[in-house]
């Protein structure tokens, strides 16, 4: 069965200061697809990235970055120079690829980070 | 517009009732979801649908029926309404080719109270 964690329940930090949220999974799948959702206070929830378990390159999108390693079974979020208007529950989430015989189709999520970025 | 669309945003209602919560998407995907997000416990699946003729539970389906009406709509229903399916509900939808392949893109969320 599939398993994502995020073990930080919520995080208070201030404006400008970095910040790592953790997500750790597991799954016997050999090919897997991470993702991470933002909802922000009017809780809506917005897709920020997905990454497929071949391709272990970090990415950085301006003040996001995420770190990908499979050897832990890990997929953390980093916001550099925080600002208020991050403040928002983090989910990620796991699903199974086409190669697995999976069901390519449901999203594990974990029970999200609430981040709270104050002024 | 958005692209996924939930009506209505908020409900409120009483046991033993029934509603329904609509869902309609212009993207064109042909597969659609319907969540619960319960505060602390993430969101669960209920239904999806990878077509209009392919419908299937998900992990919590008891007390909830769903209906693939067109590519485009998916409505979820509570057929006798209990205290304890009050949530929020996510309906979203995913395509299978493409740069956007295995995304799930969400609706803005119905907010349910049961009295």
């Known amino acids: 069965a599939q398993k994502v964690t995020q073990a930080q329940t919520e995080i208070s930090v201030v404006e400008k200061e970095d910040v790592t949220l953790d997500c750790v999974y597991e799954?016997?799948?050999?090919?897997?697809?991470l993702f991470w959702y933002k909802q922000p206070p009017s809780g809506e929830l917005v897709f920020l990235i997905r990454?497929?378990?071949?391709?272990?390159q970090n990415e950085i999108s301006g003040r996001y970055s995420w770190n990908f390693q499979k050897s832990t079974s890990s997929f953390n979020f980093t916001i550099t120079a925080s600002q208020v208007v991050d403040s928002a529950v983090y989910f990620c989430?796991?699903?199974?690829?086409?190669?697995?015989?999976?069901?390519?189709?449901?999203?594990?999520f974990g029970k999200g980070t609430l981040l709270t970025v104050n002024p | 517009d958005a692209d996924v669309t939930q009506t209505p945003r908020n409900r409120i209602t009483k046991t033993g009732k029934r509603i329904m919560l609509e869902c309609s998407q212009t993207?064109?995907?042909?597969?659609m979801y319907w969540y619960r997000q319960d505060p602390g416990l993430g969101l669960q699946l209920i239904y999806y649908?990878?077509?209009?003729?392919?419908?299937n539970k998900g992990e919590i389906s008891d007390g909830y029926s769903v209906s693939r009406q067109a590519q485009a709509k998916f409505s979820l229903s509570l057929e006798s309404a209990i205290p304890n399916q009050t949530a929020l509900y996510f309906c979203?939808?995913?395509?299978?080719?493409?740069?956007?392949?295995?995304?799930?893109?969400f609706g803005a969320g119905t907010r349910l109270s049961v009295l």
């Open positions: 979203a939808t995913s395509d299978l080719t493409g740069t956007v392949k295995n995304i799930q893109y």
């Open positions: 799954t016997r799948d050999t090919t897997y697809y």
């Open positions: 990454r497929n378990s071949f391709d272990e």
């Open positions: 989430a796991l699903s199974d690829g086409e190669d697995s015989g999976g069901s390519n189709y449901k999203l594990t």
């Open positions: 993207k064109g995907h042909d597969r």
């Open positions: 649908s990878f077509d209009v003729k392919d419908i």
